[in-house]
Nanobody, 120 residues
Framework: QVQLVESGGGLVQPGGSLRLSCAAS????????MHWYRQPPGKQRGMVAI???????NYADSVKGRFTISRDNANNTVYLQMNSLKPEDTAVYYC??????????????WGQGTQVTVSS
């Protein structure tokens, strides 16, 4: 069973930093494209960062230069390092992956989300 569990969220002041973790289980995700999404209060969920299976990264324009996505294959974990945080970064952050089922179908998997609040 594929499971994604986020952690590391919390309350931080503007300009501060947090590192989010997404612990994956059920299979080895070393060769999967991993995603971070976020949903600010009252807004739709949007992409934050992508780490492809070949190591390429993509970021939303709003977080470029401040956020970094990475993975630790030994621990089957993906991270989102967030620096220079702004109040507009306040959101529930989700880990996301599309994985193939034994039948050949591709299914989306989401973590439960972790709350990040940036406030003074």
């Amino acid at each position: 069973q594929v499971q994604l569990v986020e952690s590391g969220g919390g309350l931080v002041q503007p300009g501060g930093s947090l590192r989010l973790s997404c612990a994956a289980s059920g299979r080895d995700f070393s060769f999967y494209t991993m995603h971070w999404y976020r949903q600010p209060p009252g807004k739709q969920r949007g992409m934050v960062a992508i780490l492809t299976k070949d190591g390429s990264t993509n970021y939303a324009d709003s977080v470029k230069g401040r956020f970094t996505i990475s993975r630790d294959n030994a621990n089957n974990t993906v991270y989102l390092q967030m620096n220079s945080l702004k109040p507009e970064d306040t959101a529930v952050y989700y880990c996301y992956v599309v994985a193939r089922s034994p039948s050949g179908d591709y299914s989306p998997y989401w973590g439960q989300g972790t709350q990040v609040t940036v406030s003074s």
